[in-house]
């Protein structure tokens, strides 16, 4: 298979038992058998062609914010929509379209150097595009859903393209069409957003930044928060109100600095983490019997 995949890509953007640990932000994960990064829509349209005929499992990442990984790591090929080539096209009035390897970051300096706002409350969530519309990611009173007009996805069986319209696209909180159709890549999409002032686009970037910092702990690895909302429930209410902050297993420990983060402070397993995550799931059933289920996607 290796020669095929050689065909298709140079072989600076294949890796064989890559770790998982070196993509994802928890840095955190063993290896992948191969890891390739993808640069256009005929590379990706070849390899899944390569998958099928091996009949070997493809998984997409983005920019891994959202994942941990087991430590036994990940059997088949781990594709990276790769960014470098990746465009980002303003085609009218307040509509602009972003490839999915774009990071969110990189999208909200565009549409910021561009006087588009609306976007602002995602800069600072360190995904990718097509990582982030998966999720419906959201912050600070904003979420995808609310500036997406459609998506574009190849189907991984059928290899042909779909551009479906926000509507169709089953958006809820932490939630889309696209976590239960488990087929589609997310390609491109559609945003649409107002006019807005430079100055204050950067400045509300800023402000949300600012309070990032200093509630979570952003200069730690981590995926973010562990675990979902539910209806009136908020975990890390919960769990601070447990006395779990600072609680650790092995390299892991729940963030004293904000409840809802598992972060990695000493070359933390998967397993610890997992360790810790059912430590807390354990704690809040017993105290509050809700069961809360785990937002981060664990991968194996
Ligand atoms: C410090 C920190 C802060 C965070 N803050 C927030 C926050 O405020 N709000 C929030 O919502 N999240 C937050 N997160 C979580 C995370 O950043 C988001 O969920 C982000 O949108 C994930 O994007 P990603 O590209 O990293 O996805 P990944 O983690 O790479 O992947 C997540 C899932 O999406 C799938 N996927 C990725 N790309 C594609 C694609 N092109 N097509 C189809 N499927 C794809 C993957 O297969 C996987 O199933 C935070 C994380 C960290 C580390």
């Known amino acids: 298979m290796l020669d095929k995949l050689l065909k298709i890509i140079p072989k600076e953007r294949v890796r064989l038992s890559e770790p998982m640990s070196k993509h994802t932000t928890f840095k955190i994960g063993g290896p992948a058998d191969y890891f390739l990064t993808v640069n256009s829509l005929e590379e990706l349209r070849s390899i899944l062609k390569v998958a099928k005929e091996y009949n070997i499992a493809l ?3 983005g920019n891994g914010s959202n994942i941990l990984v087991k430590d036994k790591g990940v059997s088949g090929i781990v594709v990276k929509l790769g960014m470098n080539d990746a465009k980002i096209v ?3 009035e307040g509509v602009v379209e972003a490839e999915a390897g774009i990071s969110n970051a990189k999208f909200a300096a565009y549409l910021q150097e561009n006087e588009l706002s609306g976007f602002e409350f995602a800069a600072g969530i360190p995904g990718t595009i097509g990582g982030s519309i998966r999720m419906n ?21 059928s290899l042909k393209l779909f551009t479906v319209p926000k509507s169709e696209l089953n958006f809820g909180y932490r939630h889309s069409i696209f976590m239960d159709y488990k087929n589609a890549i997310i390609l491109s999409a559609r945003f649409e957003f107002k006019r807005g002032k430079k100055e204050d686009i950067k400045n509300r970037i800023l402000e949300i930044f600012n309070e990032r910092k200093s509630k979570q702990p952003i200069d730690k690895p981590s995926a973010g928060s562990t675990f979902r909302r539910e209806k009136d429930f908020i975990p890390a209410k919960a769990i601070d109100g447990s006395g ?4 650790r297993v092995g390299g892991a420990e729940v963030s004293t600095k904000h409840a809802g983060f598992i972060i990695n402070i000493n070359h933390a397993t998967a397993k610890d983490v997992l360790e810790l995550i059912n430590i807390i799931k354990k704690t809040i059933k017993e105290k509050y019997s809700v069961e809360i289920q785990p937002e981060i996607e664990i991968w194996e």
């Not at 990611?137 to 069986?157: L, P, R, Y």
């Not at 779990?244 to 609680?247: A, E, K, R, S």
Request: aromatic share 10%; net charge negative.
């Open 90 to 92: 303003n085609i009218n």
């Open 59 to 61: 998984h997409i990442i």
């Open 137 to 157: 990611a959201g912050a600070f009173s904003g979420e995808f859903k609310d500036v997406i007009k459609d998506v574009t996805f190849i189907d991984m069986e």
């Open 244 to 247: 779990l902050m600072g609680v």
